[in-house]
């Protein structure tokens, strides 16, 4: 295959066996989907739903990838890159849902990259700054320890398509769980130094935590299709508390951080953080809207 | 019309089966267990693949790969579907995968882990399993790291020969 220039001949996405790497030209991950939406589910309320839980997977995908090349050791790099691609792949299959069954048409990286700050409805935990490593591990406890229990009920979704992703990403969360649980004992039982990070981890991000337990009124809307957040509140209790007893750490007490006039993450209220992380997420799409990657 | 028997279509899913995976050019898509289905409807070649993991970007290498070897098989109209539903898991890779896989240096995956109903359980040690040595046989092996070069795959060590390999983990 010829091309006027080298690079055309990059961008081409289908020109078979002579492709330049991998992952040029990205489709539509749910293309040939059966993506109808079931009868009686609020189109709109779904998208919403959809946008939540992708910009959750999202926004701490990208947290993780900042590790890269600075992780402590080269098998946490791996690690945190490969939890940080499961999840970037979780949320492209949500912000796929979220553009086919919202009406407003708009796919994966229209989302994730012509969005603005206020539109994000991910929970604020999922942009707290990267930290030390035992503010990581402990974000990614909390995080994958409360994502497990949604998916896992939300596997029997009235939406198949939601099902299925569920269904795909409880097994991916599991060992993203058992990665931070198991190296927060190791830090937490391990020394003076290791325990007291672990313990600052979670003390951190406490104050955070509440929120992830706030039953939404897009929820509400969707009986049967979305899981409403507060049923998940005593797996998870149970899940860090077994954690802590192993590590040696104390369950933090702090009480949830305030909203803004009763209004969090899931209505577009964020912290200080969301609007860095957003302008370098961003800043190559917006730079160059008509690009193929 | 669907059709799922027929010369045409024998012919269809024998070019389908036979496209390598991009990461693991020694695995067909068949022995991957990434292939579920080849249909014919009308002059139309239905292809349907499921994703190993949510984020493998290897997904759309593999769609396009299947678009291509059937247009150059002489299949004009090819439609290439992901299916979600049920899960991948590594219980289906086919046992001449694993040969493959073991001949090619990479540890096969024992049983996927079955879980019951109700809350995943936690696991705080991982429970030792055995993985073979591919390249000396022996099992006194041991896991690195969890996590390798690809989502599929765990980092282990030989501690026969001292040779590190990897391993595709079960899911």
Redesign the interface.
Known sequence: MSFDNAYQALAA??D??S?WA??T???D?????DTSLPEGVDGAALGAYCLMLGDDALIAAQRLTELVTRAPEL?DE??L???A??????A??LLSRAGQVDATGRDEDQLACFRDEREFRNVRLVELPTGHFGQTIARLLVFSAWR??LL?RLAESRD??L???A??????V??H???A??WL?RLGDGTELSHERAQHGLDEVWPLVGELFDTHAVERALPGTAVPAAELRE?FD??IA??CA?AALAVPQASPRARVGGRGGRDGVHTEHLGYLLAEMQSLARAHPEATW | MVTTTGPGLARAREVAEHVTD?ELPVLTLADLGVLREVELSGETVIV?IT?T?????????M??DV??RLR?AGFADV??????????STDWITAEGRRKLAEYGIAPPGSAPQRAPG??P?????PPTRVDCPRCGSPETEE??????T?CKA?RRCRSCREPFEHIKE?
Do not use: M
Not at chain 2, 53 to 60: E, F, Q, T
Not at chain 2, 122 to 126: D, S
Not at chain 2, 144 to 149: L, N, T
């Open positions: 996405a289908d078979g066996e492709r991998f992952g030209g990205f489709d991950p749910l293309s040939g989907v098998e791996l690690a890159a490969n939890i691609l499961d999840l970037l792949g979780q492209r299959l497990l229990a896992r198949p398509v099902a299925a992703i269904a795909k990403g409880v097994n991916e599991t060992y769980r058992d990665y649980a198991q004992v797996e149970e899940v077994q954690v192993a | 991009p349907s994703p993991y949510s984020g493998c970007p290897a997904l759309r290498e769609r396009a678009e291509n150059a439609e290439v579907r992901t299916v979600l539903d049920p899960p991948w809350p995943v936690l696991t705080l040690q991982a690195v790291s969890r996590f390798g070069a989502a980092l899911i």
